[in-house]
């Protein structure tokens, strides 16, 4: 089986483009293969004169499919090894003997178990990348559900003090209302009233009045206390004291006591005692005893003295 003269026995198929990123032993083996391969030569049906194989044609003869030849060629994969031993029996026959190929059936052994021992080392690395980019996975996903769980509760913080700066700005709202009544009802009974003379005992309607405000003012307190906003409940306080009158701040005192507010009625007796003026402190101190609270009248008069 000659070849025909003058035609060259081109084989491109056979010098693969091996890629940079292929390790040296598996580099290796791929060039070995290659070199075998130039000594293919499949028989042809009719003994004719035979032209160069193509990729195809060795394929067939070599009894793997085109595409496997070709990844062996560029050293994309590592044939299993009765597949090499194969390829090189192969070219020993169609070469007429091994001393033809250059290279022995043992030196390819060894240069595929190389290929195969440095394939197993990256597939090594590989896991070990690929254990460690899931331990950062893993780590991730904790730590967004961790930012998450942080936004949540910092999100339901700030709904809480949204609730809480809206519910002190309608309890100041409220104050302020509270006070400018007050406030007007005093101007008010003032201008009524132009002389400071005694209430009579007939003068059922204010004394009405009177108490109505006080307990009104002591029921918002005490909402306010059971709340837990000791600190508004006491402004509250302060704030409707200033413009109460004397009548109106006794019944205040009796209202809250009537609350079972007592804390807030000793720490307001300290107050008013320490802060009004000697008049208006003994004032409230008569209208207490007339009330028939003798013990915050004598606790308002020793917080004056203080």
Known sequence: MGRIEGVPAVRNWIDKEIRSDVPPGQRALARALQDLCRHITPPTPDKSPQLPPTQ????RHLLCSESSLSRFLSGQSVPRLPSAEHLYKTAVADAGGEQALGISLDDLRRLHKAALDERCRS???LRSQLASAKTQATTAETELASLRQSAADSMAELEALRREVKSLKDAVFELQATRAG??????????LAPLPVPRRRGDRQRSKNDASAARQVAKRA???RSGG????ALALLRHTTEVLSPVETAELFRALRQ?????LVDNLIH?????RRDQEVMHVTWE?????APDDAGALLRAAME
């Open 56 to 59: 195809a044609d060795a394929a």
């Open 123 to 125: 597939c090594v690395a």
């Open 182 to 191: 007050l406030q007007a009802r005093l101007t008010t009974q003032a201008a």
């Open 222 to 224: 005490a909402e306010l």
């Open 229 to 232: 906003r000791q600190d508004a």
């Open 259 to 263: 609350e079972q507010q007592n804390e």
């Open 271 to 275: 107050i008013y005692g320490r802060d």
């Open 288 to 292: 207490l005893h007339k009330q028939g």
